[in-house]
């Protein structure tokens, strides 16, 4: 009598394609900004791209071990797409806020808070959240070189300003605030802060939980 064994061939390649796209999930993101994605669809896509090759190996997976009886085949499965999808956002987590456009309009005029048109970041010199969000500005400038992009340092100091100018690409400016109180007050307190000013002089705000993705992509369409 012939003896079936399982072809366990037939699930090398997900496996490898699903390790292979969450430990490339970041590189992933960065090479879809590099083709032109938007931001949004540059964070999907790696999160997609995991789940379709987990899919594709809970599928074969049950091919591979068809003989078991029915619900111990669909239970394997469902073990499978729990246990690599939870593997998945482990590894790769969605923080609140980056997918946000929470965006509020602010009423005082660009000239009354010393902003130029663009996007401006108000920051703290020892603040952890402003430092973390270098990154995402130089990648702004870079994909939109046309864009005007600036940190506002409030009470700022010399070590401070060096500190963003040595991270930022140099067509970022790095200015410390003039009018203190009134940029505290739009930003209630939270840093980093965000301000846009569009062609029309009204001014945009999002706190930096709600300055996410769309937020992102809002900007690179208006400015």
């Known amino acids: 009598m012939e003896n079936h064994k399982p072809n366990y061939k037939k699930i090398i390649t997900p496996s490898i394609l699903v390790l292979s796209f969450m430990l490339m999930h970041r590189s992933i993101q960065l090479n879809s900004f590099d083709m032109g994605l938007s931001w949004t669809n540059s964070k999907i896509l790696p999160y997609g791209l995991t789940l ?9 997976t049950g091919l591979v071990f068809q003989k078991l009886e029915k619900w111990k085949n669909h239970l394997l499965k469902t073990v499978i797409l729990l246990a690599l999808s939870g593997l998945s956002f482990a590894l790769n987590p969605i923080y609140e806020g980056d997918f946000s456009h929470e965006q509020q309009s602010i ?10 048109k663009g996007l401006t970041m108000l920051a703290l010199p020892n603040c952890r959240f402003c430092k973390e969000r270098i990154p995402t500005l130089n990648l702004l400038q870079n994909r939109n070189s046309n864009l005007q992009l600036q940190i506002i340092l409030l009470n700022s100091s010399e070590e401070a300003t060096q500190f963003y100018q040595n991270r930022l690409l140099p067509d970022i400016k790095v200015l410390t605030a003039q009018n203190t109180d009134d940029l505290a007050e739009i930003a209630m307190g939270k840093f980093p802060y965000f301000l846009f000013v569009d062609h029309n002089e009204q001014v945009f705000g999002w706190a930096n939980s709600g300055f996410g993705t769309i937020a992102l992509d809002w900007i690179e369409n208006k400015h």
């Not at 379709?52 to 074969?60: K, P």
């Open 107 to 116: 009423s005082k005029t660009p000239s009354e808070l010393s902003l130029n």
């Open 52 to 60: 379709i090759a987990i899919i594709i190996l809970a599928i074969q």
